[in-house]
């Protein structure tokens, strides 16, 4: 399982002393202006502190938000906080980009499974993301098999591991793959 260390860290560059790191408060500030409201997401930087807007919503009627989605915003409630620090169309939008670096980490809850054991026996293995972290597919293996690149490079190339996605692809939402005790039979062999 992918799960979480933290948020991911905003990187936009601050107004006061020029840093690019900043972290969500935990607070949501939301204006009225008669029937129309703003909301935004308040963020800190790193080095000095300041605290800045990001715009969710800009002169949004009230009644074109859910009841429910309004009075978290109005109780800073951390789920909705924890959503919209994560939210890329938020980023893009916005502005800045996510850095997911020191995010997440990799538990498996499988003894060591030795791949180069004769007698391995065939593996499913599903990854379950707790944190919809970008992880490059490569990573996760490296990191959850104890093997290097190389090794995991040539176990997919020869068939040992299939993947529903490409090697170098990032993943962000669950996915299964096998891992198979002897390469599959080439059709010239057969």
């Known amino acids: 399982m992918v799960s979480e260390l933290g948020l991911?860290?905003?990187?936009?560059?601050?107004?006061?002393?020029?840093?690019?790191?900043?972290?969500?408060?935990g607070k949501i500030r939301v204006n009225a202006h008669h029937k129309l409201l703003d909301v935004w997401l308040l963020i800190c930087c790193d080095l000095c502190g300041r605290t800045s807007k990001v715009p969710v919503h800009e002169r949004i009627n009230v009644r074109a938000l859910d009841h429910e989605r309004l009075v978290m915003f109005e109780n800073?409630?951390?789920?909705?906080?924890?959503?919209?620090?994560?939210?890329?169309?938020?980023?893009h939008r916005a502005a800045y980009r996510l850095d997911w670096t020191g995010t997440w980490q990799l538990d498996t809850d499988i003894p060591f499974y030795d791949l180069q054991r004769a007698d391995a026996v065939p593996l499913k293995v599903v990854v379950r993301f707790e944190l919809p972290a970008p992880v490059r597919v490569e990573k996760l293996l490296t990191a959850g098999f104890g093997l290097s690149r190389a090794a995991i490079r040539g176990m997919v190339d020869s068939g040992r591991i299939r993947l529903p996605l490409p090697l170098d692809a990032k993943a962000r939402e669950d996915f299964t793959f096998l891992v198979l005790t002897t390469p599959p039979l080439s059709p010239e062999r057969t």
Do not use: E, F, G, Y
């Open 8 to 25: 991911p860290t905003i990187v936009k560059a601050c107004v006061s002393c020029r840093s690019t790191r900043h972290r969500p408060t």
């Open 76 to 91: 800073n409630d951390p789920a909705m906080v924890r959503q919209l620090t994560m939210d890329a169309t938020l980023a």
